[in-house]
């Protein structure tokens, strides 16, 4: 299909962790228009699930790859972009980025402008882990922000959705776990996973 640059706006980017593959999606029509390989975050440092948009654009030299596109993920910087290690396409690889071989990331960087919204997904914290990490204060991530998101739903959390796990949170854990007659602590495990609804993958 001939895909034009002439309706920058006209797209949406569904990016799959689990079949490291971005989508590109017209979405008057909402049918898929492009298939692009990425490469996608480590289990030590995974790509951020949910649902962005692109705040800004760059072109970049060719050392660290020659476009980027960065999202507005409140807990880091985030983005899609090229990479000068086209070997890692197709892996979990990146710091939490999306990347894209540099022919790709120039073709989508046409395509796309400011506001476009980006969903990642890929199971709430990734589908090829199954089991979730304690939290601490401290952490932040897709699965912090998760965690804020349901406790705010039942009413114990009312600070920034942010995927920061910081003081407010702390105590409004404590608080839920007293509540309902949890372990006294202020970490987030598998009872307080539980207790909020949040199945492990197996």
């Given at each position: 299909m001939n895909i034009s640059s002439k309706n920058i706006n006209k797209y949406n980017i569904l990016i799959d962790l689990n079949e490291q593959s971005l989508y590109l999606i017209d979405k008057n029509k909402n049918s898929i228009v492009k298939t692009y390989s990425i490469a996608s975050g480590k289990p030590s440092s995974p790509s951020p699930i949910g649902t962005w948009t692109i705040i800004s654009k760059g072109k970049w030299g060719e050392g660290f790859g020659t476009r980027?596109?960065?999202?507005n993920v409140p807990w880091g910087?985030?983005?899609i972009h090229g990479?000068?290690?086209p070997s890692s396409v197709g892996s979990y690889a990146s710091h939490g980025c999306i990347r894209m071989f540099n022919k790709d990331v120039e073709e989508l960087y046409s395509l796309v402008g400011y506001g476009t919204t980006v969903v990642i997904y890929g199971g709430p914290f990734h589908m090829f882990l199954n089991k979730f990490r304690t939290l601490s204060p401290g952490d932040s991530g897709s699965d912090v922000f998760q965690v804020q998101r349901l406790m705010k739903n039942i009413?114990?959390?009312?600070g920034a959705l942010d995927g920061k796990y910081g003081e407010v949170m702390k105590a409004q854990v404590?608080?839920?776990r007293k509540d309902k007659n949890l372990t006294l602590k202020h970490y987030i495990d598998k009872e307080f996973y539980n207790s909020i609804g949040i199945k492990a993958f197996e």
């Amino acid at each position: 299909m001939n895909i034009s640059s002439k309706n920058i706006n006209k797209y949406n980017i569904l990016i799959d962790l689990n079949e490291q593959s971005l989508y590109l999606i017209d979405k008057n029509k909402n049918s898929i228009v492009k298939t692009y390989s990425i490469a996608s975050g480590k289990p030590s440092s995974p790509s951020p699930i949910g649902t962005w948009t692109i705040i800004s654009k760059g072109k970049w030299g060719e050392g660290f790859g020659t476009r980027w596109m960065g999202l507005n993920v409140p807990w880091g910087k985030y983005g899609i972009h090229g990479t000068n290690r086209p070997s890692s396409v197709g892996s979990y690889a990146s710091h939490g980025c999306i990347r894209m071989f540099n022919k790709d990331v120039e073709e989508l960087y046409s395509l796309v402008g400011y506001g476009t919204t980006v969903v990642i997904y890929g199971g709430p914290f990734h589908m090829f882990l199954n089991k979730f990490r304690t939290l601490s204060p401290g952490d932040s991530g897709s699965d912090v922000f998760q965690v804020q998101r349901l406790m705010k739903n039942i009413g114990y959390y009312d600070g920034a959705l942010d995927g920061k796990y910081g003081e407010v949170m702390k105590a409004q854990v404590i608080k839920y776990r007293k509540d309902k007659n949890l372990t006294l602590k202020h970490y987030i495990d598998k009872e307080f996973y539980n207790s909020i609804g949040i199945k492990a993958f197996e």
